[in-house]
């Protein structure tokens, strides 16, 4: 195990989002993976894993506000961001060995039992995550995560095509496409995805490596049976968040989800399959509600939609 730590730095967000506190990067090898990791505040360790074709700045707009009562840490997957891409025959793009690289990383940085986070594939890796490894994990929000199968429109179905799935998502999806699939596919009607993220999103995606892997993990989602079993399974205050016009995993799966985890809590917002993105206060608040009433504090009204 090892720790590399950068200078601190202050993370660069779009004008129209508050500013974050003061963010540490390191690279810490985690399951034999180099992987980048972002952390910033103090106080209960909240480890917030992101979804696919992102990294972990699509959890900036919570940063500040939930950082001033955590220790935010948010981790680039292997294969996404600025962690290490390994090739698919060193590094195995299924749920399993996220999870497996994730619990390491715990290790690596002490966090100790850590409220886990997890959006679109990072809620999966979640689920997987507190199913075999409960010991890590004291609390759970799923924020529109992919525990069924994804609809993924055209431009993801393309990608996935038996044999020459592989070529489009690596050689036709130019930033044409992969806007589209942002528009189209990933935000609500009414959502707008501010060019400048759009761009560095597809700057990290556009590299060879990143290509493939997030083709290999895209192909990591297609049977999702056994999330259902282990959610199912899962004993632990669970706070399932989603967007009302998620057009990926609609909102029907997430009542579904929460159903089937005891207690859980179920939480609407007005947004697409990234609420962090399109609704970053309403998500932190509905958040940090939770976090209260799971640990006795008063509440801190904030502005939400309930479901």
Not at 252 to 267: F, P
Request: proline share 7%; with cysteine.
């Amino acid at each position: 195990m090892t720790i590399a730590i950068f200078p601190s730095k202050i993370a660069k967000l779009e004008p129209s989002l508050s500013p974050v506190s003061e963010v540490v990067y390191r690279d810490v090898t985690a399951g034999g993976v180099r992987v980048r990791v972002a952390e910033s505040g103090s106080g209960p360790t909240l480890l917030l894993l992101h979804g696919l074709f992102l990294d972990n700045t699509t959890w900036n707009g919570l940063r500040t506000t939930l950082a001033r009562r955590h220790r935010v840490v948010t981790p680039d997957l292997p294969g996404f961001g600025a962690s290490e891409k390994p090739h698919p025959s060193r590094f195995p793009y299924a749920i399993e060995s996220f999870a497996e690289v994730m619990a390491d990383l715990y290790a690596g940085l002490e966090l100790g039992r850590a409220t886990l986070v997890g959006h679109c594939l990072g809620g999966s890796i979640a689920i997987t995550l507190a199913a075999r490894h409960p010991e890590l994990v004291s609390e759970l929000v799923l924020v529109s995560a992919l525990c069924e199968p994804p609809r993924l429109g055209a431009y993801g179905r393309l990608g996935l095509l038996p044999g020459v799935g592989g070529f489009v998502l690596k050689q036709l999806w130019n930033r044409r496409v992969f806007g589209a699939f942002f528009r189209e596919q990933l935000m609500a009607k009414a959502s707008r995805v501010v060019p400048a993220t759009l761009d560095a999103y597809y700057a990290a995606f556009d590299e060879p490596p990143a290509r493939t892997s997030a083709h290999e993990s895209l192909r990591a989602l297609g049977d999702t049976r056994q999330l259902a079993t282990r959610a199912s399974g899962l004993r632990l205050p669970t706070l399932v968040a989603w967007g009302n016009e998620d057009r990926v995993v609609p909102a029907a799966a997430a009542r579904r989800l929460a159903r089937s985890i005891k207690d859980a809590r179920l939480e609407l917002l007005d947004a697409g399959h990234l609420p962090q993105e399109e609704r970053p206060d309403e998500l932190a608040h509905v958040m940090l509600r939770f976090f209260d009433d799971q640990r006795g504090e008063p509440r801190r009204d904030g502005p939400a939609n309930g479901a």
